[in-house]
């Protein structure tokens, strides 16, 4: 276990390369990006906005920062310089393909007036999108590259990537930010709102089991981290690891850092990295 004294006030949002060469993070005013391996800070930058999500090229050579009401936007992660920026107003999600032929994103809009927007890589050429589609602040494709999962306050869909075809479609009556994370066989989704996890088979879209968080506080972020293993966090200083197969929390994991923010899994399954409350970034092994 190691912790990054990142930041001074909390962590919203992380990123690691699909290379497993960098890693990204972030606040509300401020971004920063960190080899991997040597722990090496690259670059930070202030912005202004609300920094939804962020996501690497497949071989580090850019960062996507989705911002939430604002500018939807392509950075060299090394030294902060812009190589692109869409016109709109976007909603916060973005996400590239596990093939790295296409990135997505969704611009702001009432839910299901607006287009999932697509654009093939490497050329930043626009695609036809997915109609019908919601203001997304969170977008992930499948491991498999089979499906693309969005979520909002009030909505989650499960679709199937190369059509644009809902598998699943669900909306809620919550009030809290949407979390979900796709198993590593791509077979499971689990996606929920404050206190409700629902783990859906993502082949046909059936919500196998839905699970109440038995704690006071609310969930912020849920991740799978190795095959057979489920992170949560809820603002509180543990994590806490479920089950993946018995649903139900197995272990407890607090590092005397603050309470935890986001939490999502290393590039090769290996770790997992936790966003905290006081800034610190924790790099923890996954034991599978």
Request: overall charge negative; aromatic content about 12%; charged content about 20%.
């Amino acid at each position: 276990m190691r912790v990054i004294d990142a930041f001074d006030e909390p962590v919203l949002t992380m990123a690691v390369s699909p290379d497993g060469r960098l890693l990204a993070a972030a606040t509300a005013r401020e971004l920063a990006i960190w080899d991997w391996l040597s722990g090496e800070e690259l670059n930070r930058r202030a912005f202004y906005g609300t920094l939804g999500q962020l996501a690497f090229g497949p071989t580090s050579e850019w960062l996507a920062c989705g911002f939430q009401r604002g500018m939807f936007e392509i950075i060299n992660p090394r030294d902060g310089t812009r190589i692109h920026g869409f016109p709109g107003t976007f909603s916060g999600g973005v996400a590239v393909s596990p093939n790295a032929k296409e990135i997505v994103a969704t611009q702001i809009g009432r839910q299901g007036q607006v287009e999932l927007e697509l654009w093939e890589l490497p050329g930043w050429r626009r695609k036809r999108g997915y109609d019908g589609a919601s203001p997304f602040t969170r977008l992930a494709f499948s491991p498999d590259g089979e499906h693309i999962a969005g979520i909002t306050v009030s909505s989650f869909e499960l679709r199937y990537a190369a059509s644009g075809g809902i598998n699943h479609r669900q909306g809620v009556n919550y009030v809290g930010e949407g979390f979900f994370s796709f198993s590593q066989d791509s077979q499971t989704v689990v996606f929920g709102w404050e206190s409700t996890l629902h783990v859906m088979e993502t082949r046909n879209g059936n919500v196998s089991r839905r699970v109440m968080y038995q704690e006071p506080a609310m969930l912020v972020d849920v991740a799978f981290l190795g095959s057979r293993q489920f992170a949560t966090v809820d603002g509180s200083p543990l994590m806490r690891m479920w089950s993946a197969e018995s649903w139900k929390v197995v272990h407890g994991f607090d590092w005397n850092s603050g309470g935890l923010t986001c939490v999502i899994p290393s590039a090769d399954g290996l770790a997992g990295i936790c966003g905290t409350k006081t800034g610190k970034l924790v790099v923890f092994d996954v034991d599978d």
